[in-house]
Structure formats: structure tokens, C-alpha cells
């Protein structure tokens, strides 16, 4: 009697470890990890700040609709070649970055622009060492990313290096404000310094034709997008460069989550 007891704990043991293994992801497609995003982007603050009201006067009707809204920016942003291999760390970053109400520019990188660490969702075409453009070309999935000399781009597994020490490996790359020059990590140029070529300059500047100097896009005091801005955050509708959003019911963020 005893062994038969112990052989049907194990049965029982091993059904369940199998029905657990088996469980359906629910965020294969899309739209459930869409739908998961939604979830963790509008949080009791989120929901009060967005619709200016005391947290206590958070509704359901006013969260299911945050969410719904969110589900379908989410879905607009997503491309394709979707796998959710890891959408659950993705999804953590947005609670986080969504959790006190005030988003930061690497905050509004992840939720607006999917970028780290929700830049690894998109199994793109590009093999390894293949030419690319964006990181979404390549197998994000498996952490390949566009890694950019000289302004071209190859799909490696990136190793970033050291400021101005040799970035020749492929895989080699360079710290957020330098830049590969084909041999080195060299420090981005700032405004008004001397340039060739628009990679050179630091972020939301270009390289002006006319001046030969790094300048930016746009007015900072009239951008339309995030990458117009030196910050990299654009307080829309006003249109000015910011370093961070507090969301309100008159901040554009809040459009979607709501």
C-alpha cells in the first residue's frame, strides 16, 4: 500500500509539472502581448494622472479604457516579425517605467520607441553580418542588433568597448554619445563642432550641408517627434524639448492612456 501511494504522488506530481509545461504563452500573438502591455503600462497613478483625478477616484471603466487605448498603440508599434520569446522582461520594463507617473527619456525610449529592453521582439531577416538599418532587421530575439560604423550597420550580438579604444571587431561597439569611426570609439560631436556626416553628431543633431557644423533638426522650442530633440524627449502638444514627461490630462502621452 505504500508504494502504491508513493507511485501515485509521483503520477500526480509528474501530471502536473506537464500541464504547467503545457500551458498556453499569452503572449504568442500580438495582441495578448499587447493586451499584457496595456495591463502594465496603466497602473492606479498612471490612470489618475492621465484623467485628473485622486487615485481613490480611479475607476474600472476608466482603467479598462486606459488599457484598451494602450492595446491598440501597442499593437501600431509592434512590426512585424513578432516572438515573445522575450516579451516578459519587456513587459516588466513598462510597468516600471509607467509605475510613479513620470517617464524619463530612456523611460520613453522602451515605451514609445521599444527600445531597450524591448528591442529584442522582432526576429528580422537579416542573418548575422548582414547589412541592416535598424535593429529590426536583424534576429533581436536572439540579441542581434544593427551595430553601426561609420554609419553602416551590420547585424552582430554587440560587445560594447571601452571609450576610445578600437571598435574594428564586428561586434564591436561604442557607449550612448560616441560613435564607431570604422577604427575607434570617438566621442559624438556637439553642436556648432565641425562635421562630415550625420552619425557624427550627438543625438537630434545633424550634420548641416551649409555650415559643415552639427546642428539641430529642428528648433528645440518646435519639435514634432521625439528624435528632433538633443534629449530625445518631445512635449507634445507643445512641441519643446524636454528631459523628462510628467503625465497630465493636457500631456500628449496621455492620449493613449486614456
Not at 474600472?60 to 512590426?79: I, K, M, R, Y
Not at 565641425?194 to 518646435?222: H, I, M, W, Y
Amino acid at each position: 500500500m505504500k508504494f502504491c501511494a508513493i507511485f501515485l504522488c509521483l503520477v500526480a506530481c509528474l501530471a502536473s509539472c506537464s500541464a504547467k509545461t503545457n500551458e498556453p504563452d499569452p503572449y504568442a500573438a500580438v495582441s495578448g502581448f499587447c493586451e499584457g502591455w496595456g495591463k502594465a503600462a496603466c497602473s492606479t497613478t498612471v490612470v489618475s494622472h492621465c484623467a485628473g483625478v485622486e487615485a481613490a477616484d480611479v475607476t474600472a471603466d476608466l482603467t479598462s479604457a486606459c488599457v484598451t487605448s494602450q492595446q491598440a498603440f501597442c499593437e501600431g508599434l509592434v512590426p512585424a516579425g513578432y516572438v515573445s520569446t522575450q516579451a516578459g522582461v519587456c513587459l516588466s520594463a513598462v510597468k516600471k517605467a509607467y509605475s510613479d507617473g513620470t517617464l524619463s527619456a530612456l523611460e520613453i525610449s522602451t515605451v514609445r520607441h521599444l527600445g531597450d529592453p524591448c528591442n529584442h521582439l522582432i526576429k528580422g531577416t537579416q542573418a548575422k553580418d548582414d547589412t541592416c538599418t535598424t535593429d529590426n532587421d536583424c534576429n533581436t530575439v536572439d540579441n542581434y542588433l544593427c551595430v553601426m560604423k561609420s554609419g553602416v550597420g551590420a547585424c552582430e550580438i554587440p560587445k560594447v568597448v571601452a571609450n576610445g579604444t578600437s571598435c574594428s571587431a564586428p561586434d564591436a561597439a561604442c557607449n550612448p554619445g560616441f560613435y564607431c569611426d570604422g577604427e575607434h570609439c570617438v566621442q559624438s560631436l556637439d553642436k556648432d563642432e565641425k562635421c562630415l556626416n550625420d552619425f557624427e553628431c550627438l543625438s537630434g543633431l545633424v550634420c548641416d550641408a551649409t555650415s559643415g557644423k552639427c546642428a539641430p533638426r529642428v528648433s528645440q522650442t518646435n519639435c514634432a517627434a521625439d528624435g528632433d530633440c538633443t534629449t530625445n524627449v518631445c512635449d507634445l502638444p507643445v512641441g519643446k524639448c524636454v528631459s523628462s514627461i510628467i503625465l497630465s490630462p493636457a500631456e500628449g502621452l496621455c492620449q493613449d492612456l486614456q
